[in-house]
């Protein structure tokens, strides 16, 4: 009989779960699970609320959880906690979200990984484990290619007056919105890095304009100077990316991956797909 595998990638707004049993993937989607902002037994509520009905009678072996935060041992440590009193049972992993990245893309071989969703990161994983990482210094001072990154230059565009008649037009037509709205929601109100992030869908929505193709290029050529271009591997094996911004902009991806003379490997919207075949 297959083993019950139960698969997490979680971030701080939303959770997707998949349940291995043998026959077709059961996806589950929860609330996102933060250490940084939930306990122990906040998330044990979490999932007897959200989780385990929807399991319903199934005893699950092994969880394999990813997530936000867990890079740190103390916060993994809490998840695992809520998650072995929800699944007494269960034999429980967790790890963080860059592990789930570089897993989801390179499986048990060496290669290089960006990701670029609201944040982004690069790493170099050696088939086993991630051995080297540029360290995360925030919207605020990096993310370069990033959905906030990028985002955040739309609105330099259009607060500085740049965009041409057109695309201003696009734009106002799309948020009504305005400069004190605007720096309202950078600067007093919460996670502003997901408010910048949001403004790429005007990106995506604009292809082709050249206004639009240069701060998309310019963003992810950031991306490739100051962290891909460091690592010495990144130019003797391939280089996956994972993330929305990736996904999207993976025609401009390819583009440097040629101008810069690297491999591209595989670019996924998120990791649950190469996790599923990681762990199945």
Known sequence: MALKKLIADSGATKAEWCLLTGSKPKTIYTAGISPYFLNAEQIK?????????????????????YGTGCVSSENAGIVKK??????????????????????SVCGRNKGMVGNLGTGSFCCYYDGKKIAK????????????????????????YYLYGIFDE???ARFDAKYVTNRAE??????KKALPNRY??????????????????????????????NHL???????????????????GFQDVLLDLCATYQMEPGKILKNPMPGLIEYHS
């Open 133 to 156: 990482q540029t360290p995360g210094i925030g919207y605020a001072l990096g993310d370069e290619g990033s959905g906030a990154y990028l985002g955040k230059k739309v609105i330099q």
């Open 82 to 103: 809520a998650l072995q009193k929800v699944f007494p049972g269960a034999k429980v992993h967790v790890d963080h979200d860059l592990a789930a990245a570089a897993k």
């Open 196 to 225: 910048l992030a949001s403004f790429t869908l005007f990106l995506a929505e604009n292809r082709g304009h050249y206004m639009v193709e240069n701060i998309i290029e310019d963003g992810l050529n950031d991306f490739f100077f």
């Open 182 to 187: 605007i720096l309202e929601n950078v600067y």
């Open 45 to 65: 509520i979490l999932l007897l609320d959200e989780l385990k009905p929807t399991l319903k009678n199934i005893d699950v072996d092994e969880i394999f959880y």
């Open 229 to 247: 271009s460091r690592y010495k591997e990144a130019f003797l094996m391939p280089v996956h990316f994972v993330g929305g911004v990736a996904f």
């Open 166 to 168: 057109d695309l201003r």
